[in-house]
């Protein structure tokens, strides 16, 4: 957290993040994903390098997946979030369908 609140003194308009939640407690991961939001809509432009793809799914307008160093879907956040399928091939994951299982 210290790190992004440095980087935000330079007034960025583009801001790198690689797994800006590691280590966090689930409560200020949260927090973070809160604040990013807020940033946003303020103009901040965001690329997240995140493991959890779930949360940063929730916020985000497109995604990349990678495999071996090459992009294997590019689309907009809501495809991978629709598509248990994607997500379990590129990630080992699925996201929770509303009755609480994975797809």
Not at 17 to 44: C, H, S, Y
Not at 62 to 85: D, K
Request: proline share 3%; charged share 30%.
């Amino acid at each position: 957290m210290l790190a992004m609140g440095r980087a935000l003194m330079a007034e960025p308009k583009f801001l790198m993040m690689d797994e800006p939640t590691a280590g966090l407690a689930p409560k200020l991961v949260e927090e973070v994903f809160g604040f990013i939001v807020r940033l946003r809509e303020f103009g901040l432009t965001f690329l997240i390098v995140e493991e959890k793809v779930e949360h940063v799914l929730k916020i985000s307008h497109r995604a990349y997946i990678l495999q071996n160093g090459r992009i294997v879907f590019e689309g907009r956040s809501e495809e991978v979030r629709n598509s248990g399928a994607i997500l379990k091939a590129y990630t080992g994951s699925g996201i929770k369908s509303k009755e609480g299982r994975r797809e």
